[in-house]
């Protein structure tokens, strides 16, 4: 009787539920040498109560953490590429000896979630460059040098950064941004960028078809092929200390678009529309 005592005194319930209860215990106990036989049908209902009870009084443990990316505030997903951003034309080198490329991209990601207390990214085929006056990051793994990228002045490589959920990095002030790195892509492609220079600065004219569908064609897969093998772990560590894991990957498009350009000739100036590709980067969930 004290242990059921004890226990009715665990359960949110109302008083006079918990006497009448206490009234059906004792009304048992002295009837207990009595040989009763209950219907089935009572024994499932008395069955079907006590789980009812158990589903109210002692929910189960299942853990519902959940959090969600997000890059430049477009909420990613695992059912197709979300547009995060435009790769800048002048972020990108190539070595045609190694028929290797570096595309570079601002980092855009954030976490969202409740009762999140760090956040975790791990990089595969990529490294994070990160200035290093950062003070954002509490925990860290250097990159391999073969990731780190030349020319980037007063930055370190990692292949993981952990911040605290309440100080992530900002993207407009921070300054921290992904290598996509090393991408093997055929050699005749590397040649055919090259030839043409940084892409922002290419112009086809209208007029030019083979050109055009040459330039869409090379740009797609000089960006795609740079980008596509990243991988990057995004791991959320909630205050009770479970940690939740999900993954993303990227791909770029690219879109031709006109202007009028005006150049000066020996004849005067001339104004033509111009084709002009813009890179935008896209990522998913996997």
Known sequence: MKTYKNAMNKINASESFKAETAEMLVSHQANKKKIRFIPIAAVAASLALVVALGAIFFPTSENNNSFIITANAAELNSNSFTTIGELPASNWRADVDENEIYVIADFALEVKGENIKNVTYTIDNGAFAVPDANDKLTASKKASKKVCVPKRENKSFYSEITAKYNNQIDTTN?????????????????????????????????????????????????????????????????????????????????????????????????????????????????
């Open 174 to 286: 921070d300054n921290v941004e992904i290598v996509f790195n090393p991408a093997k892509i055929d050699k005749d492609i590397i040649l055919v960028a090259e030839r043409y220079g940084k892409f922002a600065d290419v112009w086809v004219y209208d007029t030019e078809a083979e050109k055009i569908n040459n330039y869409q064609k090379t740009t797609e897969e000089f960006f795609s092929g740079a980008v596509k093998d990243c991988r990057i772990k995004v791991q959320a560590e909630y205050s009770d200390g479970t940690i939740e894991t999900q993954r993303l990957t990227y791909n770029a498009d690219v879109k031709l678009y006109t202007e009028p350009l005006t150049f000066h000739t020996k004849n005067g100036d001339e104004t033509r529309n111009v084709y002009i590709a813009k890179v935008n980067l896209k990522a998913k969930l996997v």
